[in-house]
């Protein structure tokens, strides 16, 4: 593809076969060309209507708890989202599919009452999302996200909410009500401040300045907010750890934390393919450091070692990043959530067990 043929708007730039799948559309005939183009640039969303909406999480590297996506698919088109490969389940590809194929989980309220009013759960920090954005475009129109956060506070219940999306300050009313019970903890993703580096790595997300600006706003108002400058792409953003980490604490973000890029599935490919395009003059180095992160692999399934990494530029990283905190948010920390509220339609307040 010619730099003159990248598609703006979108992070992946191709489709990759679903490994799923035993068929599939391909485009064989050069007069198609024109109609995939204009497909590749149409976002659709489709309803669904799952039997459960709250997945307790089990991987050892993010501690207890729970995830609830209302969507699945993301419109920000991050090019190296791990969430990519779940895309596949649903039927779709990992690449534009990810992008322009949205499921919205109409009834993700309802579901999320019934889970809660089970005589089994357990309290502990429901994540929205763990998989994708909750405050992506689309949410601006289906308001899913406020709806599932308007039933937390009614059953007074915690929640840790990650976005790159301005779109969260218009829920600063509920989110204020929550963290007068200690009930919310809020991170706000800022992956480079570099804004021709934004647009092409996340090209529908809010710039870096918006993002430190929502931080400004949500630490005004008194909420505990974390930074994550994730993912660390080395070669690609690894040298703006320092600035990203001063410039949140001067927004008053009182914690930060980071991971390493790794590309597992069709995200090696996807993102092998981005880079190439994108930046054709550093693409090999960054991908060679990128595997050299992760015992040679551009992918890393390792609990304990994925996410953090390994090797001397995971070391160099984790080294920039702990020096960089200590100067610029020594002494800072997020307030630990209420678990003593949580409180059924009945009345019956319940405590963590």
Not at 110 to 118: D, G, I, K, T
Request: some cysteine; charged content about 25%.
């Amino acid at each position: 593809m010619k730099a003159d043929d990248f598609l703006k708007g979108r992070g992946a730039q191709f489709n990759p076969a679903n490994k799923y799948l035993k068929q599939e559309y391909v485009t064989e005939h050069v007069e198609g060309l024109d109609e995939q183009m204009l497909s590749d640039l149409k976002t659709d969303f489709i309803q669904a209507h799952p039997k459960t909406i709250v997945n307790k999480i089990q991987s050892p590297d993010l501690g207890n708890g729970y995830s609830l996506n209302p969507y699945q698919g993301c419109e920000h088109g991050c090019v190296y989202c791990y969430a990519r490969n779940s895309h596949q389940y649903w039927g779709y590809g990992a690449g534009l599919d990810f992008e322009r194929k949205i499921i919205v989980k109409e009834n993700a309220p309802e579901l999320l009452v019934q889970q809660l009013e089970s005589r089994n759960w357990q309290v502990m920090p429901i994540m929205l999302s763990g998989n994708t954005d909750c405050y992506q475009p689309i949410e601006a129109k289906k308001k899913l996200t406020r709806r599932l956060l308007e039933i937390l506070l009614r059953y007074k219940h915690p929640v840790s909410i990650i976005t790159k999306n301005a779109l969260i300050l218009r829920d600063l009313d509920l989110l204020t009500e929550l963290n007068e019970l200690a009930l919310v903890h809020v991170n706000i993703s800022i992956t480079t401040l570099d804004e021709k580096l934004r647009q092409k790595l996340e090209p529908r997300t809010a710039t870096g300045a918006r993002r430190l600006e929502v931080v400004r706003q949500l630490n005004a108002a008194g909420l505990p907010v974390n930074v994550m400058v994730a993912p660390i792409i080395p070669g690609l953003n690894d040298s703006e750890i320092p600035q990203i980490i001063k410039k949140a604490a001067e927004a008053g973000a009182q914690n930060a934390a980071y991971t390493i890029v790794r590309l597992n599935g069709e995200i090696g490919p996807i993102f092998e393919d981005w880079i190439t395009q994108a930046f054709p003059d550093r693409a090999q180095k960054v991908l060679n450091q990128i595997a050299q992160c992760h015992g040679g692999q551009l992918n890393d399934s390792r609990f304990g070692t994925r996410m953090s990494g390994e090797g001397v530029f995971a070391e160099t990283i984790a080294k920039l990043f702990r020096v960089s905190k200590q100067k610029y948010m020594a002494g800072r920390s997020i307030k630990p959530y209420n678990y003593s509220h949580f409180c059924t339609s009945k009345g019956k307040q319940l405590g963590l067990f």
